[in-house]
């Protein structure tokens, strides 16, 4: 899902003062910081099935690398990145660890350029489809449970918790559809470039990479992708009430 090739060390200092501020603000604000917290479950869910899907689809396409590595496992410690997870945490734009793939080992079903965009995909899809389950459970629990239980401390809390997981899920899987390496969007877009846009594309692939942390950084990425998580968010939950 997200693997950098530049200097590691100065990265994380950038994103470990950002999430000192955050968490500095979110201290400031007790309701806020409760509601991170609440929080919590849904990144676990979200980034071990984003994983996960990658994995499990590379050994469907023939490739033993992420099952010989122990990725096919819904265990979140065998996907989470400690930094990424604190970003997703804190300001909601991370990662998990790695999943590592070998296209040659692909079977020629597909091309191994096809065959790892459709492993990109598989995460990003999945993070959508999860989303779409809870927002199923949520109007299950909102429909048949009683009406003290939801305005209750527990149902509250229960609620929030569905609630993060699904706008976590869309955040997540929007995220990863942005076109810039190191996203799986970069990967999913490349079999469809023209020959010599994909070259350019893969010849500048570092300038790229400081593209996207710079949008990133500053916030632009967010700017940018927040209206598309709303919207779909929304879409999601709608789809879910009727089908209730």
């Given at each position: 899902m997200?693997?950098?090739?530049?200097?590691?060390?100065?990265?994380?200092?950038?994103?470990?003062?950002?999430?000192v501020?955050?968490?500095?603000?979110?201290?400031?604000?007790?309701?806020?910081?409760?509601?991170?917290?609440?929080?919590?479950?849904?990144?676990?869910?979200?980034?071990?099935?984003?994983?996960?899907?990658?994995?499990?689809?590379?050994?469907?396409?023939?490739?033993?690398?992420a099952?010989?590595?122990?990725?096919?496992?819904?265990?979140?410690?065998?996907?989470?990145?400690?930094?990424?997870?604190?970003?997703?945490?804190?300001?909601?734009?991370?990662?998990?660890?790695?999943?590592?793939?070998?296209?040659?080992?692909?079977?020629?079903?597909?091309?191994?350029?096809?065959?790892?965009?459709?492993?990109?995909?598989?995460g990003?899809?999945?993070?959508?489809?999860?989303?779409?389950v809870?927002?199923?459970?949520?109007?299950?629990?909102?429909?048949?449970?009683?009406?003290?239980?939801?305005?209750?401390?527990?149902?509250?809390?229960?609620?929030?918790?569905?609630?993060?997981?699904?706008?976590?899920?869309?955040?997540?899987?929007?995220?990863?559809?942005?076109?810039?390496?190191?996203?799986?969007?970069?990967?999913?877009?490349?079999?469809?470039l023209?020959?010599?846009?994909?070259q350019?594309?893969?010849?500048?692939?570092?300038?790229?990479?400081?593209?996207?942390?710079?949008?990133?950084i500053?916030?632009?990425?967010?700017?940018?992708?927040?209206?598309?998580?709303?919207?779909?968010?929304?879409?999601?939950?709608?789809?879910?009430?009727?089908?209730?």
């Open positions: 997200f693997n950098f090739s530049i200097d590691k060390r100065t990265l994380y200092i950038v994103i470990a003062i950002l999430v501020i955050s968490l500095a603000t979110l201290l400031a604000s007790p309701e806020e910081l409760y509601l991170t917290l609440l929080g919590i479950p849904g990144v676990l869910v979200a980034i071990t099935f984003h994983e996960f899907a990658h994995g499990i689809t590379a050994y469907m396409l023939g490739d033993n690398t099952k010989n590595e122990g990725r096919l496992s819904l265990n979140p410690f065998a996907h989470l990145d400690p930094i990424g997870t604190l970003m997703l945490v804190f300001l909601h734009i991370g990662w998990g660890r790695p999943v590592h793939i070998n296209p040659s080992n692909f079977t020629r079903k597909f091309s191994m350029e096809k065959g790892e965009a459709i492993v990109s995909l598989a990003p899809l999945m993070n959508i489809i999860l989303a779409f809870f927002g199923i459970v949520y109007f299950v629990v909102y429909k048949f449970a009683t009406a003290a239980f939801i305005e209750s401390e527990i149902g509250f809390i229960i609620m929030q918790m569905i609630m993060s997981t699904i706008i976590t899920n869309v955040g997540l899987g929007v995220f990863n559809l942005i076109p810039l390496p190191p996203l799986d969007g970069s990967k999913i877009i490349r079999p469809f023209p020959y010599k846009a994909k350019w594309f893969m010849n500048n692939e570092q300038i790229f990479y400081l593209v996207f942390i710079v949008i990133w500053t916030g632009i990425a967010g700017r940018i992708i927040s209206p598309a998580i709303v919207w779909l968010a929304d879409k999601i939950m709608n789809i879910c009430s009727l089908i209730l």
